[in-house]
């Protein structure tokens, strides 16, 4: 037997009516209307509440894709720290990798594929990654980072990294 809650909102919103219509028969029945108004109330939050959430797998995507941005962040703050040392881009994130002191997760967390990065000229570069959804409006920090499915390529610009 499958659980309704793996379902989706529509089929989770259809069992708590279910419920509710079932819950609130047995108070009418036993004329008890204000107990069978506020259960549809209780229901009817619970409910709405449901509508909202996403299912597991979606926000598992959702987590994943997430993640893809992390870490094309710690690969910028990375060419960063690189640009106030050498002066230049790395050409590769493999150049990038053996700096002293850097740390960047370069493949993609489900795929192992390493993710893109070339430089553009001398200060300007770009890093892509393969993402399976569009951002969510709620969860968009910053909209340089906005991204839609498919591969989605960025171009920052290094920065000198001062001493705070």
């Given at each position: 037997?499958?659980?309704?809650?793996?379902?989706?909102?529509?089929?989770?919103?259809?069992?708590?009516a279910v419920?509710?219509?079932?819950?609130c028969?047995y108070?009418?029945?036993?004329?008890?209307?204000?107990?069978?108004?506020?259960?549809?109330?209780?229901?009817?939050?619970?409910?709405?509440?449901?509508m909202?959430?996403r299912?597991?797998?979606?926000?598992?995507?959702?987590?994943?894709?997430?993640?893809?941005?992390?870490?094309?962040?710690?690969?910028?703050?990375?060419?960063n720290?690189?640009?106030?040392?050498?002066?230049?881009?790395?050409?590769?994130?493999?150049?990038?990798s053996?700096?002293?002191?850097?740390?960047?997760?370069?493949?993609?967390?489900?795929?192992?594929?390493?993710?893109?990065?070339?430089?553009?000229?001398d200060?300007k570069?770009?890093?892509?990654a393969?993402?399976e959804?569009a951002?969510?409006?709620?969860?968009?920090?910053s909209?340089?980072?906005?991204y839609?499915?498919g591969?989605?390529?960025?171009?920052?610009?290094?920065?000198?990294?001062?001493?705070s």
């Open positions: 037997m499958r659980c309704a809650a793996r379902d989706g909102p529509k089929n989770r919103s259809a069992t708590v419920l509710a219509a079932t819950t028969g108070y009418l029945s036993e004329r008890r209307p204000l107990a069978a108004f506020a259960i549809v109330l209780v229901i009817a939050g619970i409910a709405g509440g449901l909202m959430l299912s597991p797998a979606e926000e598992r995507v959702n987590r994943l894709d997430r993640r893809r941005v992390e870490d094309l962040q710690q690969i910028e703050r990375a060419v720290l690189h640009w106030t040392r050498q002066g230049r881009l790395p050409a590769t994130l493999d150049e990038l053996a700096d002293a002191g850097i740390r960047i997760s370069a493949n993609d967390p489900v795929t192992g594929e390493p993710y893109g990065y070339r430089p553009l000229d200060a570069f770009e890093v892509c393969v993402f959804t951002e969510p409006r709620e969860l968009q920090i909209s340089f980072w906005t839609g499915a591969r989605q390529c960025f171009q920052p610009t290094a920065r000198e990294i001062r001493p």
